[in-house]
């Protein structure tokens, strides 16, 4: 198995550890700490050793951040977090902060009238930094680095990952490593820029069509490199990941130094030098700084190009999908077959994670499934332990999000099912959710529209309703990468526009807290639609995951024509894409689940 089901959380353990963090910030005279979930590479997964976030207050979700004061603690979540941090921290020390409704500047403001704030520069954007610092403008408190007080007081903290790196073939990736960084270092002179530093690992894993695995689930190598306006490139990593047929791959104008080298490295350059506002640590343009090299502030040079995948790269994510559809059916059958309130959510994980690794394929899970019966399901991301296992219980809605890691492919997969009878009131709403996703699915739009005008297709059928769901509608894939990519989004604050080849996922939801959650998801890839009309240029989505939706909660009668229409369209492609690839049972049981409505 690669999902466990241990405990991460530790609440119990958040107010010592406060009370040591406090210590701390009193023999060091700040006034308070910032602790952040990112690591050095301002990545979203991070490893065991950089949990720090986690290790101090309890919560596990993959975003969000402490504000530790000598009065109060707060912990600043998202809509996704706001049912889970409830039973993660000790509330009798945290305080729950909605975040980005409360910023932190503000929060700041409020509750400390002076003194210096104290943060790891590694550790935080130089965009993050300016915002709060704005917010700050006018008072009498600062914000300074600072060495990182985690760091300092947490005795057992693990060690640095040291997984090796492997070679991604040129033939899934669609261009060869030298092919991009000619063409990027192209774009670096254009601008008149000498280098370009790249600190996402899942940058500089595409840039060199190299694989790894230093944090669980995504196939990324840990590093930093420069990207040189002549097309070379300087890879920060532990050589201990890098063996014979690595280097091989990496060719001679890419020269390996030490993460340890890399402030020196910087030192060294000759500007200007191109630094991403928003995903650099502040640490780079503050060694720049001081070493008096001009910088830039410029989009990280990979970050597009890696969004808009090539040809093969949109091929293997097709094969992909068709090979885990048909692991999510065979398991959608076992499930359908399994006798009323004998199953519990983690045998649907582990049945599940059984099927994928049926394939011969299963590289890794993309993430840890989530699988959640009646209110577990509300949890919008919630993780099953042996703790909060339940069995799926009659009559309730069962939530299961899913992904994996294919050599061609990465999958992210939202169904929720019901267990016996759940009621109307349940298939109303998930109807309302259906609707959302079948409108972003239909939709063509003209060129340079961004997720954030999309967004609100996935969720006018709930808002007439005066319902909605407090995540974005999606987020964006890898090929063979992160399963949370960026920079695009189908979201109201996403201002990048949508360009042919980007994937993204399609995945309304709507949450009852302490009753049931309802999510469904697909993943889409932006194309350029045909011609209509007078012939404006026009984008819409190909959808890349055949699964079934489950008949049983449509209420079909409240479908518009054009909706049924798309439903029985996507139910009948289901079958004919999947059907050579099922048992026969699970066939059976597809061409009856793919029945017109």
Excluded at 529 to 545: I, K, V, W
Aim: with cysteine.
């Amino acid at each position: 198995m690669f999902q466990t089901f241990d405990s991460q959380a530790s609440p119990d353990q958040g107010p010592p550890r406060l009370a040591a963090l406090r210590q701390a910030l009193s023999a060091s005279g700040l006034a308070g700490f910032i602790v952040p979930r990112s690591d050095v590479h301002q990545g979203e997964y991070v490893a065991k050793r950089d949990e720090r976030l986690q290790w101090l207050t309890g919560f596990t979700g993959s975003a969000g951040f402490c504000i530790v004061l000598p009065e109060i603690a707060g912990v600043f979540i998202d809509g996704r977090y706001r049912t889970q941090v409830k039973a993660q921290v000790a509330l009798s020390d945290y305080t729950p902060v909605p975040w980005p409704e409360v910023r932190p500047g503000d929060w700041l403001r409020e509750n400390l009238s002076s003194g210096v704030v104290g943060f790891d520069p590694w550790l935080h954007s130089a965009e993050e930094i300016a915002r709060i610092r704005e917010a700050l403008a006018g008072t009498a408190v600062t914000l300074a680095s600072s060495a990182n007080l985690i760091d300092a007081i947490w005795p057992d903290q693990p060690a640095p990952p040291m997984a090796p790196a492997f070679v991604h073939p040129d033939a899934l990736a669609g261009e060869t490593s030298a092919e991009k960084r000619q063409r990027l270092s192209e774009g670096l002179r254009a601008q008149g820029q000498r280098a370009a530093v790249i600190t996402l690992p899942d940058s500089l894993c595409w840039l060199l069509n190299l694989r790894g695995g230093d944090v669980p689930r995504n196939p990324i190598l840990h590093g930093f490199a420069i990207l040189h306006d002549d097309g070379k490139v300087t890879l920060f990593a532990e050589a201990q990941k890098i063996n014979n047929e690595v280097r091989a791959q990496l060719g001679p104008d890419v020269t390996l130094a030490q993460p340890s080298d890399f402030a020196a490295a910087l030192r060294g350059l000759q500007g200007p030098v191109r630094i991403d506002h928003s995903t650099a640590p502040l640490a780079v343009s503050e060694i720049l700084t001081e070493a008096g090299i001009a910088f830039v502030w410029g989009d990280d040079p990979c970050r597009l190009p890696k969004a808009r995948k090539t040809a093969a790269e949109i091929q293997g994510m097709r094969e992909a999908h068709l090979r885990d559809g048909a692991a999510m059916v065979e398991f959608l059958y076992w499930l359908d077959q399994q006798p009323l309130e004998t199953v519990t959510e983690i045998d649907v994980v582990r049945a599940l994670e059984g099927f994928r690794r049926a394939t011969n394929a299963l590289h890794d899970i993309s993430f840890d499934t989530i699988s959640g019966a009646g209110p577990n399901g509300a949890v919008i991301h919630y993780r099953v332990t042996e703790e909060t296992n339940r069995v799926l219980s009659r009559n309730e809605l069962l939530l299961v999000d899913s992904g994996a890691q294919y050599l061609d492919g990465t999958t992210d997969i939202t169904r929720t099912m019901p267990i016996g009878d759940p009621g109307d009131e349940a298939r109303i709403c998930y109807t309302r959710v259906l609707q959302g996703m079948i409108a972003v699915s239909r939709a063509r739009w003209p060129v340079g529209l961004a997720g954030r005008d999309l967004d609100p297709l996935a969720r006018y059928p709930l808002w007439v309703e005066g319902q909605d769901f407090n995540h974005g509608t999606g987020h964006g894939v890898g090929a063979f990468l992160s399963v949370h990519e960026g920079p695009q989004r189908l979201s109201r604050s996403s201002e990048v526009p949508l360009e042919p080849g980007m994937i993204l996922s399609n995945e309304p939801g709507y949450y009852r807290e302490g009753a049931f959650g309802i999510r469904l998801e697909n993943l889409i890839v932006v194309q350029e639609a045909p011609a209509l009309g007078d012939n404006r240029p026009q984008l819409n989505f190909e959808t890349l995951t055949f699964v079934p939706f489950d008949r049983r909660l449509i209420l079909a009668e409240a479908l518009s024509p054009g909706e049924r229409l798309w439903i029985n369209a996507y139910h009948a492609e289901v079958l004919a894409k999947l059907q050579s690839r099922l048992s026969a049972p699970a066939l059976a049981w597809t061409q009856a689940a793919c029945a017109p409505l």
